[in-house]
């Protein structure tokens, strides 16, 4: 298609080589899914752990909304960061707020539409959670 843009160029074992401007696209990309990490380690060591991550988990999409989905992950197996768990914790919430944004809209009941239920419906009701919401563990 004309508006196909190419992010990288494909390495020999097929995953996505990040080229210069990509690799500023990548970053651009981490920063708006991590602001609150970014203005936890400020910009010189925010910018350190985009540069490991995308040594480690290079993109292998030309979409780039899930690009930073394994950034938990790094931060509690690699060194310096696992040291701080808290900064797993930040990632884990803003990965989780991102999916929760991106989810899928559910139908909604109204108190109207409870109220007119016939009172033997009520034993066999079942109600489910919005797609948006997510439980998380955290440690701290």
Same mark, same amino acid.
């Given at each position: 298609p004309g508006d196909l843009v190419i992010f990288g160029e494909i390495s020999l074992s097929g995953g996505l080589r990040p080229i210069s401007q990509a690799e500023a696209?990548?970053?651009e990309a981490m920063e708006t899914d991590y602001?609150?990490?970014?203005?936890?380690?400020?910009?010189?060591q925010f910018d350190s752990l985009l540069e490991l991550y995308i040594q480690k988990y290079p993109s292998k999409q030309i979409n780039l909304r899930h690009f930073g989905a394994s950034m938990a992950t790094l931060l509690r #197996?690699?060194?310096?960061?696992? %040291? $701080?768990p808290i900064l797993t914790e930040i990632a884990t919430i803003e990965s989780a707020f991102t999916d929760s944004f991106d989810a899928k809209d559910s139908s909604i009941v109204s108190v109207?539409?409870?109220?007119?239920?016939?009172?033997?419906?009520w034993g066999t009701l079942n109600? #489910?959670?919005?797609?948006?919401? %997510? $439980?998380i563990s955290l440690t701290e």
């Open positions: 696209r990548l970053k602001k609150k990490l970014h203005a936890y380690l400020g910009d010189e #197996d690699e060194e310096p960061y696992n %040291q $701080l109207e539409d409870l109220a007119s239920l016939k009172p033997e419906a109600f #489910d959670f919005q797609a948006s919401l %997510q $439980l």
